[in-house]
């Protein structure tokens, strides 16, 4: 069955520094996959997807995320992380025949001054 | 893109009644979606409900306890039956757009339930 592995419940930077938020999928096929941000009180906004096209991919708010099919992974980063970064971010996969989003269980990123 | 609203944005109930909430969406969309958000956890996917047939109900999820309606291609609700302590999360609507392959989804803002 295809999943998706946060593998850090919370991460805590310094303003300044990088951001790694790290997600593993498990698949039988080449899946699509997306990261999601949600802040407070706020619905949620896609960041970026991957869909087979181009492995490096960039979103909004100067987020990128690498698919990596030999490690299964789908790392989000960005070069130095702000004030209004923090949030929930959740890595998402979509099961067979585009139904089913299936959610990660999110990663809290608190960015501290 | 698809703007979405949802009516109620929060909500305070009494255990054993119903709650009925409203998703607007701006545009015309075929596939709709109600998601559970429980207090610190992840989405759940509670059904899909698609204009013009009954909703499909994720495991777990019943239409005696969630029922909804699709009336058309704009507007659902979902209601939470019944209520318990238990049943108290943010509940969003979301819906899917596009054509061909892979369609982004949108999320509503989300209403934030609370059952005493």
């Known amino acids: 069955a295809q999943s998706v592995t946060q593998l850090d419940s919370h991460v805590s930077v310094s303003e300044g520094t990088p951001v790694l938020l790290r997600c593993n999928y498990s698949s039988s096929y080449s899946p699509s996959l997306f990261w999601y941000v949600q802040h407070p009180n706020k619905g949620l906004q896609l960041l970026l997807k991957y869909t087979s096209a181009a492995t490096l991919v960039k979103g909004i708010n100067g987020f990128e995320a690498e698919f990596k099919k030999s490690e299964t992974s789908f790392h989000l980063t960005k070069p130095s992380a702000h004030m209004s970064d923090a949030a929930e971010y959740f890595c998402v996969s979509i099961s067979g025949g585009y139904n089913k989003l299936i959610f990660g269980a999110g990663t809290r990123l608190a960015v501290h001054p | 893109s698809a703007v979405i609203s949802q009516k109620p944005s929060r909500d305070i109930c009494q255990r054993g009644t119903s709650l009925t909430i409203q998703c607007q969406v701006d545009?015309?969309?075929?596939?709709m979606f109600w998601y559970r958000q429980q207090p610190g956890q992840s989405l759940t996917l509670i059904a899909t409900?698609?204009?013009?047939?009954?909703?499909?109900?994720e495991s777990g999820f019943v239409i005696d306890k969630f029922p909804i309606s699709r009336p058309n291609l704009t507007f659902s609700t979902l209601t939470v039956s019944n209520m318990s302590p238990e049943d108290s999360s943010i509940y969003l609507c979301?819906?899917?757009?596009?054509?061909?392959?892979?369609?982004?989804?949108?999320f509503g803002p989300g209403t934030r339930l609370t059952v005493l």
């Open positions: 409900a698609n204009q013009g047939s009954e909703a499909t109900y």
């Open positions: 979301s819906v899917r757009v596009g054509t061909g392959g892979y369609n982004e989804q949108f």
């Open positions: 545009s015309q969309v075929t596939m």
